[in-house]
Each structure stands twice: as C-alpha cells, then as structure tokens.
C-alpha cells in the first residue's frame, strides 16, 4: 500500500526476524506517530483447476493496469479520476473483466497511477537521471480491498466471491490472522510465485518495542571481503548466497536451453530454476532482515555509508558481486529499525573516508588492492576500520551540529543529542 491518507509510505517491505510468512510495510506519519501496515502471508493450497481461475484472476487485473497505462499514453491531461472511470467502462466493455471484483480494478489503476505519478516526480527532479517513463507489466498479482473475499471462521481459509468463483483455499502459515481483528484487514494481494501461489493480508497496527539505551555507537563501512566492517575492527563475512548457488542455477539454466521449446518439460526445469532463484532471494533478505535488527537494537547510534548502489553497479567486474551484497536493502532496515527502536540512524557522504588517516587526519592515497592503512603519524590500522572511524567521526558531528531531528518509533520527537559522555568518549 503505497499511501494512506496524508501518510508517506517509507517503502519497506520484507522479510520480519527471518519469518518469510510475516513482512512489514512502514508508514511514516506527519502527526508524530508510526504507523506499521504489517503484511502476514501464507501459501494457498488447492488443486489445478482453482489455481486456474486464480490465473485468469491476475491475467485480468494486469490487463485493467496496462489498459490505464494505454489510455494515459493516447491521451492528454489524464489524471487519477480518469482512471478509475476507465475500469468501468473495461467492466462494460468486456465481459469476462466485469467478473473481477470492482475495488480490485480500482486497485489495479492504483498501481497505473502510481508508476505515472512516480514518472512525474522524476522529470522534477535534475538529479534523477532515468526518468522511469510507465511500462506494461507482465500478470503477477491481484489486489482486492475490502470486498471480494471472505475469511472463515477458523482463520485457516479464504473464499474469493467475485464473478470469478475461484472457491475456497486453505491457508498455510496463516495462524497469526488470530491475534489480529478482520477489521484491520485492509489488502489483499494474491501473489503468483515460482512454487505456489501466496495470499498476503495487509494489516494496519500499531508497532511499538521499548528497549533500554546501551550507550554504544557503531559505523558502518560495507565491503566485497566483507559485508561490512565496524568503527571497532569487528567484521561480518559476506555470505555471498547467489555465488555460492551458481553452479545449481548453471546446471538448472542448461536443462532449460535443452528443452524443447513450448515442451511441458521446459516449463517444469523453468519452474526449478525460478525455485532456486526465489531461494536465493529469500536467503538474501533473511540475512539483511536480522543483521540489520541486531545492529540496531545494540547500538544506540548507527552510522552508515550514503552509497548510491545504483551508480557503483554500473562496474561490470563487481555488479555482480554488489547485487548479491544487496547493501540498499541492509540500509532500508537499519532505518526501519532505527524508527522502531528509537535509535538514531543516519548516513553519511563516503567521500574521502578510506584515504584520510583517522588519527593524523593526512590523506594517504590507496588504492583498491591496498587493503592496510599506513600513516606518517604511525598509525597502521586496517582499510576499512580506518575508513568506520571517520564515518564515526562525521556522524558524531553530524548530530552535534543542532542535532539530528526526528520522531522516533514511540511517536515522540526526538532530537537524538548524544549524551556528553558518548561524545567525549569518541572524540565528539
């Protein structure tokens, strides 16, 4: 859900404390709160035909979004309303879109609207160089509001009521719907993956996890070796998931090119390989997911590096090796956690960090193969430790310069000053 009401959506979405059944969304309000839309999924089970008709169910909703994509496309000055209107003239026009239920259309110009807003926004902005001009989008999921479904009394299976008649699904992994009112339920996505079908319920709750302050700081300096090193030498290894499965996906992708084209045996080795992909995937995001928390919860500042992925992966020799790092999405949820905990996160510009000294402030020139620091002040230290102090150092001055402004996860407005002793301790 991208917004609520006059809410800003942060964009988090993933994997909570390494469960693949619970995911999370922030929302970010203006009034001094934290709203949290957690989305709690779990694996519809049912036999080949329903699933069938779960497919003509998202075949339909991609084509209400391409079809508003068009018609902003061919026509001038077309705004969000004149979408909306669009899905009933599609209900009319075509017999078989009607069946759909008609807030899941509406949910489907949604998505539209929001790719052309976000176009918008881009062309506003001379910094965004890849505007993001809206494409057509291939069928994966389809997203109902409040009505076409029904729960049952259990919480263990759902019911789709539009004119589709998909029938009813049993739920795996759905036992956490019991803590929570259906009136919180205010999505519901079914999502097409490579080893099933998944149903996510978008819940709005209230997230609020008191903990006591440590009076630890810690930076961040992430790395290829290692995924990151901290300020006090300590190292995380890089555990390199999608590396370490490649000679499974090279084996799985050469069964594919074997295939007959069109063959059922080809759908069956694309649906292993795509399993394996999702794994991948998924083992990324768990690792993220906990690293980040538990960075978070024992520090009470976190400094991090204000890297633009988008640019480095531009590096044919390392793209590979820095998507599989996926540093962006480590960063999303240290400052998810940040906002839960109430502990200052913040990012710093990288510039110049690994060449100055952290002792003597002298710039000593490495290059990339020079892993070892080496001052004229006589201070030898690792690479990347050196590099951590000085994001310390420019966090610590960062938030002493009128300190760092911001709500923290229990709604109260924190200007996050670092207490004197922290200060004097590190040499704020």
């Not at 709690?40 to 998202?58: C, H, Q, T, W």
């Not at 539209?112 to 926004?121: D, K, L």
Request: glycine share 6%; charged share 30%.
């Amino acid at each position: 859900m991208s917004k609520e009401g006059s809410h800003s959506n942060l964009g988090l979405s993933a994997e909570m404390n390494g469960d693949p059944s619970t995911k999370v969304m922030v929302v970010w309000s203006h009034k001094a709160s934290l709203l949290v839309m957690f989305v709690l999924e779990a694996k519809l089970r049912g036999s080949v035909k329903p699933f069938a008709v779960i497919d003509e169910m998202i075949r339909t909703a991609a084509f209400v979004r391409n079809r508003c994509i068009r018609h902003w496309m061919d026509h001038q000055g077309v705004g969000q309303y004149d979408l909306s209107a669009l899905c009933a003239v599609l209900a009319k026009e075509y017999e078989w879109a009607k069946k759909l239920n008609s807030q899941a259309r509406q949910a489907s110009a949604e998505k539209a609207w929001q790719s052309i807003q976000r176009f918008y926004e881009n062309c506003q902005s001379p910094s965004v160089k890849k505007k993001g001009y809206p494409k057509f989008k291939k069928a994966r999921s389809v997203e109902y509001k409040t009505t076409g479904w029904k729960l049952s009394e259990d919480r263990q299976s759902l019911t789709f009521t539009d004119g589709f008649k998909a029938g009813t699904f049993r739920m795996r992994g759905a036992f956490d719907l019991n803590y929570y009112q259906p009136e919180q339920i205010k999505r519901v996505r079914v999502v097409r993956r490579a080893d099933g079908y998944y149903v996510q319920f978008c819940l709005k709750h209230d997230r609020l996890e008191a903990v006591e302050p440590t009076e630890q700081v810690i930076a961040l300096d992430v790395g290829l070796t290692h995924f990151y090193t901290d300020n006090r030498g300590n190292k995380i290894e890089n555990p390199r998931h999608l590396r370490k499965a490649e000679k499974s996906l090279k084996r799985l992708q050469r069964q594919v090119s074997r295939k007959q084209k069109g063959s059922n045996k080809r759908k069956k080795a694309i649906t292993k390989l795509g399993r394996k992909h999702l794994k991948v995937s998924r083992q990324r995001k768990d690792f993220a997911v906990k690293l980040a928390r538990c960075v978070v919860k024992s520090n009470d500042l976190v400094v991090f590096e204000e890297l633009q992925v988008r640019n480095l992966v531009k590096n044919h020799r390392l793209a590979k090796s820095i998507s599989d790092a996926a540093w962006r999405q480590f960063f999303e949820w240290l400052e998810y956690y940040g906002q839960v905990f109430g502990k200052i996160v913040i990012s710093v510009p990288p510039q110049s960090t690994s060449q100055e000294c952290s002792a003597g402030h002298q710039i000593v020139k490495k290059s990339l193969s020079q892993r070892t620091h080496i001052c004229s002040c006589g201070l030898v230290l690792d690479r990347d430790e050196n590099a951590g102090r000085n994001l310390l150092a420019k966090g610590l001055e960062l938030v002493s310069r009128g300190g760092h402004s911001r709500i923290n996860a229990q709604g109260h407005l924190n200007l996050c000053q670092v207490s004197e002793s922290l200060l004097d301790k590190f040499g704020g």
